[in-house]
């Protein structure tokens, strides 16, 4: 996204129009911030994280999250990023492996791991 945005500046330099720049500028921003608010949404700083077979539960301040794992989930060496589906929506959380302590962490991989075989292995 930063090297979006410097781009999208740099290409406004050489419009010649006023407007256009500033609509370039401003639609940047834009992206930017829209941007900035999902990553804090699906990348949270603190909270509590149940998790129960496939079924999990997450709560902080701002956020309440309830539901399963979905196959959509991905497993990366250094963070997991879960796909939730709730009853009424779904949604994406990022857990990275320096928030949790490292068994933790290799509990919630193997446990999403099993999710998506058990999805497959149900097709």
């Known amino acids: 996204m930063v090297y979006f945005s410097l781009f999208a500046v740099c290409y406004s330099l050489f419009l010649t ?73 779904s949604h994406w959380l990022i857990i990275n492996a320096s928030g949790v302590d490292e068994l933790s962490f290799v509990r919630l991989k193997r446990i999403t791991l099993s999710a998506r075989r058990e999805h497959e292995e149900s097709k």
């Open 17 to 89: 129009s006023i407007l256009a720049q500033f609509i370039c500028v401003a639609s940047s921003a834009l992206c930017g911030y829209v941007s900035w608010h999902w990553y804090k949404k699906s990348h949270p700083q603190q909270g509590v994280f149940i998790l129960d077979s496939t079924q999990c539960r997450f709560e902080n301040n701002t956020l309440k999250i309830n539901g399963h794992i979905s196959n959509k989930s991905r497993v990366y060496q250094g963070s997991v990023w879960l796909y939730i589906n709730g009853f009424a929506s």
